[in-house]
């Protein structure tokens, strides 16, 4: 069946242009995820959704970051005033947690260039 | 603080030697461990995980609460292995990676 689903795949704005990241789990997951992947920082946690609740946004960078989710499916990850260091590669997972062990599925990712 | 520390960021191997890539843990409780496979041009997917004790791809790992280490191994590297290699702890749905490893195998 078709995976987890990210758009775009790459995006290149201004600073102090805000932008929109798209996510499209996989069918059936209630449990979805973003995570920033950047050269200094590695991979970081940003915020985690069960349904359209965000239990966890404790790894959200600042206030300009965002992020929502409808109807149990799609999430979009809002960035507002872009600045150069939030230059990295998005990824988004999602899980199904009633599966035993709550294996996270892998979107593509969104490569963001602030410029 | 949960934390995963990966100290090599290139592990260079030739192809059939074996390699040991390694991942310590500092976390308060169980710890729920896995590795994380990045090949070129592929999304993150995950190799394996501490509870299932599987070996996935002729890749192993055992958790050692002792040394809090989940180092993965292999004894004969192949050419396809070369990646990018995360390790990850589990902590209140979210994971936490080390920083990962590249390996690469030369033929």
């Known amino acids: 069946g078709a995976g987890v689903s990210q758009s775009p795949s790459n995006k290149v704005t201004e600073k102090g242009k805000d932008v929109e990241l798209r996510c499209d789990p996989i069918?059936?997951?209630?449990?979805l995820y973003w995570y920033r992947q950047s050269l200094g920082q590695g991979l970081e946690f940003l915020i985690y959704?069960?349904?359209?609740?965000?239990?966890?946004k404790s790894g959200l960078p600042s206030d300009r970051f965002s992020a929502e989710r409808t109807g149990g499916s799609v999430s979009t990850l809002t960035i507002q005033r872009t600045q150069q260091e939030d230059s990295a590669v998005y990824l988004c997972?999602?899980?199904?947690?009633?599966?035993?062990?709550?294996?996270?599925?892998f979107g593509p990712g969104t490569r963001l260039t602030v410029l | 603080a949960q934390r995963v520390t990966q100290p090599e960021k290139l592990l260079s191997v030739f192809k059939g030697a074996p390699v040991e890539l390694k991942c310590n843990y500092s976390?308060?409780?169980?710890?729920?461990l896995f590795w994380y496979v990045q090949y070129s041009r592929q999304r993150l997917q995950l190799l394996l995980r501490?509870?299932s004790r599987e070996s996935i791809k002729g890749f192993t790992a055992d958790l050692n609460k002792g040394e809090t280490s989940f180092h993965l191994k292999k004894p004969f590297a192949q050419e396809e292995d070369s990646a990018m290699y995360y390790c990850?702890?589990?902590?209140?749905?979210?994971?936490?990676f080390g920083t990962g490893t590249r390996l690469l195998v030369s033929p």
């Open positions: 959704f069960q349904g359209n609740s965000a239990p966890d």
């Open positions: 069918s059936g997951h209630t449990a």
């Open positions: 990850a702890l589990l902590s209140f749905q979210k994971l936490v």
């Open positions: 976390y308060s409780g169980s710890p729920e």
């Open positions: 501490h509870i």
């Open positions: 997972a999602s899980s199904d947690p009633g599966q035993g062990y709550n294996e996270q599925f």
